[in-house]
């Protein structure tokens, strides 16, 4: 089966259709779309088999033949920021004009649902809050565009992506990702104004393996077990169906004597899942969201998920480190920066899975970590106000992508100094370390006998002093160790410390 899994996504990577006939751009390409500057640009899409295809913009022309299956490319020379300008395509037959098109910074906005949710979320979703009607109604940017992707899942890559770009007006604005628009608000204003582009690309309730080829699943030796497991799961399906379907013929006549006769009501059987349909499957919304992004130029990628995966942190490190490192290779931009975003404090959400999202960053290189574990809902796995984290992954992405010099990430635990019941703790990006409304919290320790108390913290420069009451030789420390911690110390950039726990050598 592990193989069969493999196959159906090579099949999945040569059977690119046409989605009808003429000159057909990508709809990443149209009006009032925003271009990466300073990199070579890719424009595709469609047309006749053997048509010849222009792009004119900016002075450039370049041209491209369709291939056998109506594809073409072509390549833009690396662009100044500014705009609007136009764009022209054309075909043997067709022109098309695009106006209003910006180059900027683009960013690819992905993962679920807290992605996903909306500056103004409906009100048959949410009552409305007076902060959500605010925040939209300062919402006007119009540097600032959202290119929110749709269609379905797929079992093979979409030769298109599905969408089209939306300036950023009060009006607009409400249905843009809030996350999103929160991080290019905050970027473009930094940036001296310059356009903005977010591709949001989120599915509520997807789990990470449905934004992954099935290729990198099978390749990322971490998940060995894991893909065996669902092997199974698909080799026991047809077997499953069979059964169902025998019970089904039985209920319904016993259903029918029932009726009739009177007796106890049969209990009517439980249809299984089908693996091979289900649009949570592995790989479904990578085919249908993803790879049609590829190769659009973008300057990195935010990564908000793990609600659906909390349960399960043992592979999550795997899984990340592989979907970052294919999404790299498949898009073909390098390592493009990509920061993630860590699950807000929650009560069925563990410190463990916001550890193990900072373990699989820092398995490859130019990623970052968002700290949110202060700023969620206890009770809302989807924290109302989403502002706190877009303006802490714009920070990160000016250190990360930009390479600005200023205090955009939050206090790590770099070492532990041991002297006595002493302990030193020493943090990177530690600037103005200091505790907000009363003594530092959130700080515990123990012997070798691993039962925690609290720790008293004293703040000196960049570095804790913990110590605890009846714990002579400290083995163990944590920080932020619980489901919905209690902290309260920051660095001058109002970012708090990332939680750890940390063995004492």
């Known amino acids: 089966m592990k193989e069969l899994l493999v196959m159906s996504s090579v099949v999945a990577a040569s059977c690119l259709r046409l989605m009808g006939s003429g000159l057909q751009p990508d709809p990443l390409f149209s009006d009032?779309?925003?271009?990466?500057?300073?990199?070579?640009?890719?424009?595709?899409?469609?047309?006749?088999?053997?048509?010849?295809?222009?792009?004119?913009?900016?002075?450039?022309?370049?041209?491209?033949?369709?291939?056998?299956?109506?594809?073409?490319?072509?390549?833009?020379?690396?662009?100044?920021?500014?705009?609007?300008?136009?764009?022209?395509?054309?075909?043997?037959?067709?022109?098309?004009?695009?106006?209003?098109?910006?180059?900027?910074?683009?960013?690819?906005c992905s993962g679920q649902s807290n992605m996903a949710r909306t500056l103004v979320p409906p009100p048959q979703v949410l009552p409305r809050r007076d902060y959500w009607e605010a925040s939209a109604a300062e919402a006007d940017y119009p540097q600032i565009r959202e290119f929110k992707v749709r269609g379905r899942t797929a079992d093979e890559p979409h030769a298109l992506s599905t969408g089209e770009w939306e300036v950023c007006t009060p009006e607009n604005a409400r249905g843009f990702s809030a996350v999103g628009y929160f991080f290019a608000r905050d970027l473009s204003k930094a940036r001296g104004d310059v356009p903005v582009g977010i591709i949001t690309a989120a599915v509520?309730?997807?789990?990470?393996?449905?934004?992954?080829?099935?290729?990198?699943?099978?390749?990322?030796?971490?998940?060995?077990?894991?893909?065996?497991?669902?092997?199974?799961?698909?080799?026991?399906?047809?077997?499953?169906?069979?059964?169902?379907?025998?019970?089904?013929?039985?209920?319904?006549?016993?259903?029918?004597?029932?009726?009739?006769n009177g007796g106890e009501k049969p209990k009517k059987p439980h249809e299984p899942r089908n693996p091979f349909t289900d649009p949570y499957r592995m790989g479904a919304n990578y085919n249908g969201k993803i790879a049609p992004l590829m190769p659009y130029a973008i300057k990195g990628a935010l990564w908000y998920q793990g609600e659906q995966d909390r349960n399960h942190p043992r592979n999550y490190p795997y899984y990340l480190r592989s979907l970052i490192g294919s999404w790299r290779e498949a898009w073909g931009r390098g390592d493009f920066p990509f920061?993630?975003?860590?699950?807000?404090?929650?009560?069925?959400?563990?410190?463990?899975?916001?550890?193990?999202?900072?373990?699989?960053?820092?398995?490859?290189p130019n990623t970052a970590i968002v700290v949110t574990m202060d700023v969620g809902d206890p009770q809302d796995i989807h924290p109302p106000n989403k502002e706190p984290v877009g303006v802490r992954s714009a920070l990160a992405a000016r250190v990360l992508a930009y390479g600005e010099p200023i205090l955009g990430y939050s206090p790590q635990l770099e070492s532990v100094e041991v002297e006595g019941a002493e302990l030193t703790l020493y943090f990177a990006d530690a600037d103005g370390l200091m505790a907000v409304d009363g003594p530092a919290k959130g700080f515990e320790l123990s012997g070798v006998d691993k039962k925690f108390v609290p720790a008293s913290a004293r703040i000196n420069e960049d570095r804790v002093i913990l110590s605890a009451e009846g714990i002579e030789a400290p083995k163990y420390v944590r920080y932020a160790w619980s489901n919905v911690p209690v902290v309260n110390v920051y660095n001058a950039a109002k970012l708090p410390i990332a939680p750890f726990s940390q063995t004492i050598k």
């Not at 009032?32 to 088999?49: M, R």
């Not at 463990?352 to 398995?363: D, L, S, T, W």
Request: aromatic residues 10%; negative net charge; glycine residues 8%.
């Open 32 to 108: 009032h779309t925003v271009l990466q500057h300073g990199v070579v640009c890719p424009i595709w899409g469609l047309a006749e088999a053997g048509e010849t295809v222009t792009v004119d913009f900016l002075g450039q022309r370049q041209q491209a033949q369709a291939d056998a299956h109506g594809q073409w490319r072509v390549k833009l020379e690396p662009l100044e920021p500014g705009g609007p300008y136009e764009m022209v395509i054309s075909g043997a037959n067709e022109r098309l004009t695009f106006e209003d098109v910006l180059v900027g910074e683009v960013w690819l």
């Open 204 to 260: 509520g309730a997807t789990g990470i393996a449905n934004w992954m080829s099935l290729d990198a699943l099978n390749a990322e030796p971490g998940l060995e077990p894991t893909m065996a497991y669902f092997a199974k799961v698909h080799a026991r399906y047809p077997a499953a169906l069979e059964k169902y379907e025998a019970d089904m013929v039985e209920y319904e006549a016993r259903l029918k004597a029932y009726e009739v």
């Open 339 to 364: 920061i993630v975003i860590q699950l807000p404090d929650h009560e069925k959400t563990e410190a463990i899975f916001r550890v193990v999202q900072q373990e699989g960053a820092e398995y490859v």
